[in-house]
Each structure stands twice: as C-alpha cells, then as structure tokens.
Nanobody, 121 residues
C-alpha cells in the first residue's frame, strides 16, 4: 500500500514562511510528477506547484516568486517552501504524486491526507 505523508503545516503571520514536506512510502516502482494542491473553505482544490523527476517546475500565478517546490527522487520526497505568506494562502495543502507500483502497471494518482496552513493578518 502506498502512502503520502505530509508535514509542516501550521499557523503563521502574514509575511512569514513555512516549509511543507511529503514523503511517499510503500512498494513503489517509480514516481513521475509530484506536486502540491490546496483547497480553501468553500472553494475548489487548485494546483499550487508541480515538479517533474528531472526538476522542471510549474507554479500557479498566485504563488510565483513566493513559493518554491523541490524534490529528492532517492527519498521519494517533495517539499514546498512558502515565503511571504498572505492570508489568502490559508487552505488545506495536499501532496500529489503519479506513482507506478510495478513495471507492468500504469501510473495512478495518489494524494496525501492534507496539512492545514493558516496565515493570520
């Protein structure tokens, strides 16, 4: 069974920083793209950032220049460094990964349980 375990959420004042971490564990053959999504109360889940195994990144316009996504392929881990946080960044943040369990299986989409980020004004 594959698990994505997140950590690093919390309460921070506007202008502050947080670093989220997510590690995939289990019987994994390979991991393709990894990323972070977020969902604020009453809103749909939205993409925050993604990163390919080769390190190519993609960011939502709202976080460009403030957030940085990175990964360690050997550790099956992805991070999200969040700087200059704003109250509108308040949301539950979810880790996502495209994982292949065996060489014969297609990739499946996996999600973490979510970690809460609250930015006070």
């Amino acid at each position: 069974q594959v698990q994505l375990v997140e950590s690093g959420g919390g309460l921070v004042q506007a202008g502050g920083s947080l670093r989220l971490s997510c590690t995939a564990s289990g019987s994994i053959f390979s991991i393709n793209d990894m990323g972070w999504y977020r969902q604020a109360p009453g809103k749909q889940r939205e993409l925050v950032a993604t990163i390919t195994p080769g390190g190519i990144t993609n960011y939502a316009d709202s976080v460009k220049g403030r957030f940085t996504i990175s990964r360690d392929n050997a550790k099956n881990t992805v991070w999200l460094q969040m700087n200059s946080l704003k109250p509108e960044d308040t949301a539950d943040y979810y880790c996502n990964a495209r994982i292949r369990l065996t060489i014969r299986r297609d990739e499946d989409n996996y999600w973490g349980q979510g970690t809460q980020v609250t930015v006070s004004s």
